[in-house]
């Protein structure tokens, strides 16, 4: 056992934990991100499915359910989530992604914690440099960020983790 004497900063203080979500309705993507001493550490991720025969309503409620789960094990301080954006080739997936997100905002009010957004283009280009970076370009530049042997997957989780680094590395910047 430790006396206060040896203990490092981080041990006395505890962690930031940043609870990244990528929100669609078939897979949401989340990612708790933990602020150390030694920088952003992954500490868990994964995917929230929702069962595409089921209806909407059903649908949303599996997503929100998986969310609090999340929230009730790891007990982020915050969540950072992306915004909806539109293509204009594909429209129907904003409104379908306004819809998981809802859920998604909802289950971390009801839990108190608060929410931070993000642009997809805000989050690409604090972790890539571009604003228009790939899923590839970056799942690499998480995995380089992290010293991993391997990319995150699926994309999700990595984009998750994304979110939740553009909030720490945002937060790093306005605190010095």
Not at 8 to 31: F, K, M, Q, S, V
Not at 156 to 168: G, I, P, R, S, T
């Amino acid at each position: 056992m430790k006396t206060n004497s040896t203990m490092d900063d981080e041990e006395l203080t505890p962690a930031t934990r940043y609870l990244g979500i990528d929100p669609g309705l078939n897979r949401t993507g989340y990612a708790l991100l933990e602020q150390s001493a030694r920088g952003p550490v992954l500490c868990e991720g994964g995917i929230i499915r929702s069962n595409q025969e089921m209806n909407l309503a059903a649908r949303v409620h599996e997503i929100a359910s998986g969310i609090r789960e999340v929230i009730a094990e790891y007990h982020p301080d915050v969540m950072v989530i992306e915004q909806v954006f539109t293509t204009p080739k594909f429209p129907k997936s904003s409104i379908i992604m306004a819809h998981a997100r809802g859920a998604i905002l909802f289950a971390a009010h009801d839990a108190g914690v608060p929410v931070v957004h993000y642009t997809p283009t805000q989050i690409k280009r604090l972790i890539t440099g571009s604003g228009r970076a790939s899923k590839e370009q970056m799942q690499h530049a998480i995995k380089n960020e992290l010293g991993l042997k391997t990319i995150l997957e699926p994309n999700d989780v990595a984009d998750a983790f994304a979110a939740a680094l553009c909030h720490y590395h945002t937060i790093r910047v306005a605190c010095f």
